[in-house]
């Protein structure tokens, strides 16, 4: 998203004192922000806003690690000899992954080529997204694409198959602004977890529940439309809620998953790109 290095803790600016915030319409905005964003082919920076290629190619790579080391510190990698019967198996087991608001699909590319993920489902909400990703992967066997919201309370489980073993929500959770959204997309998300499998959000999760990101308008057609758009008078909207990580563990607890482990990323105030640690959460297998 086009912001600044946020301060949870303070005001963005002197426009919001005094002033409703009122959560965002998610499609209307993510329908605006990337028609405003992407000009001929998508790009990954363009899922995050106005930032350079080398920023976009920082922010992914430091969340593709903070990934790469919670999986490892479940499973530590195979030596010497038993490195290519390692790769053997992985790819016998047949995983299932469910990439969450996928954009230009990076989390769908990274979950297939680093972990042999066999099957992949991605989720998507934003028209023209969507069309980007089924263009993407129409001759790309084992993976498909679906246009839903997991937020919704009439989102079907189904729609995606058989529950998964692996679901990324990178940058994804903090966008869904209304609290009562924000539980019913965990409950769905738990929904569509296999017992034994591995979720991994990606977002802020700090001390305090806080909402950072604001504009004026959910539907503008360009980045200048977006700067001057009016909005309603006395409100302002929300587009990012990053939630306290005791508001996350107590909520995944309520849904029957289990905060295993929480990624910090390296940050450095040079870089302009939003803040992606990685919480790493397990639905446990019952007791036979």
């Known amino acids: 998203m086009r912001v600044a290095k946020e301060n ?9 004192e005094d002033k409703e915030q009122v959560a965002h319409e998610e499609k209307t905005f993510f329908d605006s922000f990337y028609s405003a964003s992407v000009r001929g082919q998508a790009e990954d920076r363009n899922t995050i806003g106005a930032i350079t290629q080398p920023e976009s190619r920082y ?36 995983d299932r992954c469910l990439d969450i608001g996928s954009g230009t699909g990076h989390w769908i590319d990274f979950m297939r080529e680093t972990f042999l993920v066999s099957e992949l489902v991605g989720i998507e909400i934003a028209d023209a997204m969507v069309k980007f990703l089924t263009d993407k992967y129409a001759d790309e066997p084992g993976i498909g694409i679906v246009q839903v919201n997991i937020a919704d309370d009439d989102f079907d489980p189904g729609c995606i198959g058989e529950p998964v073993d692996y679901i990324t929500a990178i940058g994804v959770m903090f966008h869904i602004v209304d609290d009562a959204r924000w539980r019913v ?8 977890l296999k017992p034994g499998g591995v979720l991994f959000i990606g977002g802020d999760f700090g001390p305090e529940t806080a909402n950072v990101q604001f504009h004026k308008d959910d539907s503008f057609k360009n980045w200048r439309e977006f700067e001057r758009g009016e909005g309603k008078e006395g409100q302002i909207r929300v587009n990012k809620r990053v939630r306290a990580l005791h508001a996350w563990i107590d909520l995944l607890q309520s849904v ?12 450095d105030p040079i870089i302009m790109t939003p803040e992606n640690d990685v919480l790493v959460v397990w639905k446990p297998v019952p007791e036979s």
Request: charged share 30%.
């Open 8 to 16: 949870p803790g303070k005001a963005r600016s002197p426009d919001l």
């Open 59 to 94: 922010h992914y790579n430091v969340v593709e690690n903070a990934i790469i080391r919670a999986m490892l510190r479940r499973q530590p990698p195979a030596r010497d000899g038993m490195i290519e019967a390692a790769r053997m198996l992985q790819e016998r087991n047949y």
């Open 185 to 192: 997309a965990v409950r769905n998300i738990g929904r569509c």
């Open 256 to 267: 029957g998953l289990s905060c295993v482990d929480l990624v910090r990323t390296e940050r």
